[in-house]
């Protein structure tokens, strides 16, 4: 509790440096903000093509939306996988970044990977507002779900936190992490149903049935993956227009809430050595 005070002291010094993320992220470019779009939209140009007319992924019209757009279906789970993926990587490298003040300076570290949280929220405001006049226009009703997406984003944000905080801590130790999470991003993305929906995951579960004659099958272990539950929600409010389900609510917030709590624990156990281990 007492390091939850000294975080929120620090709130001033944490809004200075998320601004200076901004503000130094697309400084003397011409189209500047709108090059947030860029990746996301290429991807969705790329995956439509590949996904949505040569292999043909099944698609579902949205329930009770009723939209049957392959790009936008893409966009409501890409856009989510693409904050947290820079959230992760930025913030696994914010501490070694900034080595040359922490060895200076003391305040409280924390700030430095949670301005990463911050600068790149920043961002994602801006693409998923896109989003929603893009699905506006093509005629979802959005408007009576943006409370509820709003709860999601933060609880994105908060498991996002959370593992920046722990890989931060161990790419100090471990300079090699960065480069495993590049793998491991990769794995994880395609394992995350952002490309395909996660019917076909269930549909092939069944065939299989019990895993080693067990009554644990392929499903059971792709829940397992907290973004196939972030995800899920995402694509119920923006792309259905529907109330998620209950059981995917309880699950993002504990995974929201037991990421942050160890990422905390993990930065404050090391938070001490960190200016003569780097």
Known sequence: MRYLKEVFAARELLANLTLREIRGKYKRTVFGQLWSLANPLALTLIYTFVFGFIFRVPLEPGDPSGLKVFALWLLCGLL???????????????????ANLIQKVYFTRVVLPLSIVGSSAYNWLFEMGVLLVVLTIAGAFVLPWIPLLIVIMILLMVFAAGVALMLSIANVYFRDTQYFLSIVLQIWMYLTPIIYPLSLVEAESDKLGGLFGTSITVADVYGLNPMVHFVNVFRQLLYDNRWPD??????CLAWAVGSLVLGLIVFRRNEKRLAEVL
Not at 80 to 98: D, E, H, I, M
Not at 246 to 251: F, G, Q
């Open 80 to 98: 989510p996988w693409t904050f947290f993926a820079n959230v992760v990587n930025l913030g696994l490298g914010s501490l070694v970044a900034n």
């Open 246 to 251: 209950l059981n995917e609510w309880l699950i």
